[in-house]
């Protein structure tokens, strides 16, 4: 699986933007997707993920309530919508899929076989 992100950019806080992660070579409408962010000098923390197959969602604290993460898998695609958008939410959006993931390490980077390249967010204040 061949994982694209696209859709980052810089907005001003209070504003929104719609990440996108196009997979190719293979259907992964059974995997789950997620996003996953990481800021210069920190580790790279979980987002946001879907279960396959019209499964559950998870989020963060942090974005709980100002992102939304969703699938078209008849175009093998997730989204991650944010909105109200904070300058503490700057990074680089990764987004990670897996068909083995199971819901206690939903959170867990290591759950995530297939990565996409990155997009970068950058929220002025």
């Known amino acids: 699986v061949q994982l694209q992100a696209s859709g980052g950019g810089l907005v001003q806080a209070g504003n929104s933007l719609r990440l996108s992660c196009a997979a190719s070579?293979?259907?992964?409408?059974?995997?789950?997707i997620a996003w996953f962010r990481q800021s210069p000098g920190k580790e790279r923390e979980f987002v946001a993920a879907?279960?396959?197959?019209?499964?559950?969602?998870a989020y963060a604290d942090s974005v709980k309530g100002r992102f939304t993460i969703s699938r078209d898998n008849g175009k093998g695609t997730g989204f991650l919508q944010m909105n109200s958008l904070k300058p503490e939410d700057t990074a680089v959006y990764y987004c990670?899929?897996?068909?083995?993931?199971?819901?206690?390490?939903?959170?867990?980077?290591?759950?995530?076989?297939?990565w996409g390249q990155g997009t970068l967010v950058t929220v002025s204040s």
């Open positions: 990670g899929a897996s068909r083995r993931a199971i819901l206690s390490a939903i959170r867990s980077q290591d759950t995530y076989d297939y």
């Open positions: 070579g293979r259907t992964v409408r059974q995997d789950t």
């Open positions: 879907i279960k396959g197959n019209g499964g559950g969602t």
